[in-house]
T-cell receptor, first 118, second 113 residues
């Protein structure tokens, strides 16, 4: 089946620094990638959608200058949390969808990245 | 704005029982609905995807139904096992330009050996 990886799995950083999280589709080409955030005991919330070669579309309330998303190839998307603060500590999960749009709708999720900002 | 609700929030049953998890959504204009499993501190494993034109999907001991007009889905787990213990998430892919999934808060399931 389709496999999506994320790196790193865990990261601890100091307040004010930036952190980059990678999301890779290992055995398929991901036309679209999604970034979600999950706070403790809460559900996943969509942060942004990115299509390869295009600018990401951010959900309402998500600061695009703080959460930089790059989808430069069909197998890699990156999320950079800039000037991280303790309230950015969360579980970040990416997902990837192949080509075909609604005819091939399934999203495949990565294992997640636990970010802790001290 | 689409909202997804899952009931119950938590469930603990003895091994071997059949059980039903419920999911409801407020906007029936969906493309599809997915059920996922999430183990503690882990990512998501897709269990079943039901297209809006379908009424149910089955995989092994799992059966998911969809009643789009009433905004409801159920996940039926037959002959539950301790390994089924996890949080089960329901998510819908809506229309109206929203391309990502809207998730419920999940049902935390414990199967007692």
């Amino acid at each position: 089946g389709a496999v999506v990886s994320q790196h790193p799995s865990r990261v601890i950083c100091k307040s004010g620094t930036s952190v980059k999280i990678e999301c890779r589709s290992l055995d398929f080409q991901a036309t679209t990638m999604f970034w979600y955030r999950q706070f403790p005991k809460q559900s996943l919330m969509l942060m942004a959608t990115s299509n390869e070669g295009s600018k990401a579309t951010y959900e309402q309330g998500v600061e695009k200058d703080k959460f930089l998303i790059n989808h430069a190839s069909l197998t890699l998307s990156t999320l950079t949390v800039t000037s991280a603060h303790p309230e950015d500590s969360s579980f970040y999960i990416c997902s990837a969808r192949g080509s075909g749009g609604l005819a091939n709708p399934e999203q495949y999720f990565g294992p997640g990245t636990r970010l802790t900002v001290t | 704005k689409q909202e997804v609700t899952q009931i119950p929030a938590a469930l603990s049953v003895p091994e071997g029982e059949n059980l039903v998890l419920n999911c409801s959504f407020t906007d029936s204009a969906i493309y599809n609905l997915q059920w996922f499993r999430q183990d503690p501190g882990k990512g998501l494993t897709s269990l079943l995807l039901i297209q809006s034109s379908q009424r149910e999907q089955t995989s092994g001991r799992l059966n998911a139904s969809l009643d789009k007009s009433s905004g409801r889905s159920t996940l039926y787990i037959a002959a539950s096992q301790p390994g089924d213990s996890a949080t089960y998430l329901c998510a819908v892919h809506s229309g109206g330009g929203a391309d990502g999934l809207t998730f419920g808060k999940g049902t935390h399931l414990i199967i007692q050996p």
